[in-house]
T-cell receptor, first 110, second 114 residues
Framework: GEDVEQSLFLSVREGDSSVINCTYT??????LYWYKQEPGAGLQLLTY?????DMKQDQRLTVLLNKKDKHLSLRIADTQTGDSAIYFC??????????FGDGTTLTVKP | DTGVSQNPRHKITKRGQNVTFRCDPI?????LYWYRQTLGQGPEFLTY????????KSRLLSDRFSAERPKGSFSTLEIQRTEQGDSAMYLC????????????FGEGSWLTVV
């Protein structure tokens, strides 16, 4: 089945850029997502990219997709303390279900 | 608010008891999903419905778990004879069956089995 890997922790200073990385094994994934989860809460969809795209920008968020290397990244520009959370990469095929990584905990220091 | 709604948000139960969670999806969404999430892990797929039909069930969904979506709107997830290992957050999500298939999650229902 699909395997999705993320590094567990990332710490940055307020105002810096954050880059969260994700690697996956199944190249048939059609849609690739980034979700944000704050403590005790559900998952908030941040952005997504179709597999036929290389890059998507949405305000402070930039998603890069390297299909050859099966690598997805999320860059957060001008990171703020409110961005501290767990970020999940998820992959989806037309079959319906999504497969998630175990999340990257982002800590933003003032 | 027309997002995905789940209740109860928190449930503490004794081992061996039955529990039921309810999910109300976004009204025009015909797909509904259940996931389970434990601390330090990402959500794990349990099952999903398209309208009232249950299309896929994970190996994680043991015989003690049953999910229904009788009228293609809200769904229930019942866990019978709960075990301590069932303690987790149960997440419901919904989506349209169109290209893009963006899945929107509810706030989750926390289950603690003591």
């Amino acid at each position: 089945g699909e395997d999705v890997e993320q590094s567990l922790f990332l710490s940055v200073r307020e105002g810096d850029s954050s880059v969260i990385n994700c690697t996956y094994t199944d190249s048939s994934s059609t849609y690739l997502y980034w979700y944000k989860q704050e403590p005790g809460a559900g998952l908030q969809l941040l952005t997504y990219i179709f597999s036929n795209m290389d890059m998507k920008q949405d305000q402070r968020l930039t998603v890069l997709l390297n299909k050859k290397d099966k690598h997805l990244s999320l860059r957060i520009a001008d990171t703020q303390t409110g961005d501290s959370a767990i970020y999940f990469c998820a992959l989806n095929t037309n079959a319906g279900k999504s497969t998630f990584g175990d999340g990257t905990t982002l800590t933003v220091k003032p | 608010d027309t997002g995905v709604s789940q209740n109860p948000r928190h449930k503490i139960t004794k081992r061996g008891q039955n529990v039921t969670f309810r999910c109300d999806p976004i009204s025009e969404h015909n797909r509904l999903y259940w996931y389970r999430q434990t601390l330090g892990q990402g959500p794990e797929f349990l099952t999903y419905f398209q309208n009232e039909a249950q299309l896929e069930k994970s190996r994680l969904l043991s015989d003690r778990f049953s999910a229904e979506r009788p009228k293609g709107s809200f769904s229930t997830l019942e866990i019978q004879r709960t075990e301590q290992g069932d303690s987790a957050m149960y997440l419901c999500a919904s989506s349209l069956t169109t290209a893009g298939n963006t899945i929107y999650f509810g706030e989750g229902s926390w289950l603690t089995v003591v």
